[in-house]
């Protein structure tokens, strides 16, 4: 009996979901460390690992999402086939790589989205720990992963619900940098 192909993505979602819960346990278990200024030592920047750690988990599940997606989403076009429902037989790289099916667009922005965000959020949320607050950067980098992590059911809604997860992000990223930005201009 062949083992389905979407098995691989999910259990790896699995074990990422688990890494990230225990993650989390250790940021609130260590919340009291969290310093208010900027970071002068290595172990400051301990609590912004942390929120560092939970956005590359979070990247890798939006990543094995998009790949889950993809075989559910063929497996039941083939099914669909087998049955009858449709006459054309179902291709992988023309599902994949094809706009008709909403739910694999969906895991394609999903990780696409996070993968151009992440970017600009690692850098000011590092800036903000140096120049400003670790306390502060702890505290927008865990809204930003908020806001990130149901971008997925947002974009699916469309405008203006997809506001509610790019708008918020999108500010955590701006106060961060405008914060270091403030901070290292008075000096």
């Known amino acids: 009996m062949a083992i389905p192909l979407q098995y691989l993505p999910l259990s790896t979602i699995l074990f990422l979901a688990v890494g990230l819960v225990y993650i989390l346990y250790l940021a609130v278990k260590n919340r009291g460390d969290v310093i208010s200024g900027p970071a002068s030592t290595v172990h400051d920047y301990i609590p912004v690992v942390y929120v560092i750690a939970v956005a590359m988990i979070m990247h890798f599940i939006f990543l094995f ?54 970017i600009p959020f690692l850098l000011s949320l590092h800036l903000y720990a140096t120049f400003v607050s670790v306390r502060g950067a702890v505290l927008f980098g865990w809204a930003w992963l908020f806001f990130r ?25 701006w106060g961060m940098i405008g914060g270091t930005i403030y901070e290292v201009s008075r000096k």
């Open 65 to 118: 999402n998009q790949s889950a997606v993809v075989f559910l989403e063929f497996n039941q076009a083939r099914q669909a086939y087998r049955e009858k429902k449709v006459d054309e037989k179902p291709s992988l790289p023309a599902l994949k790589y094809g706009l008709d099916n909403v739910n694999i667009r969906v895991a394609n922005r999903l990780a696409g989205n996070f993968s151009e965000q992440i």
């Open 149 to 173: 992590s149901y971008y997925g059911w947002a974009f699916k809604r469309g405008v203006p619900v997809l506001f509610l997860s790019t708008i918020p992000a999108y500010c955590c990223v």
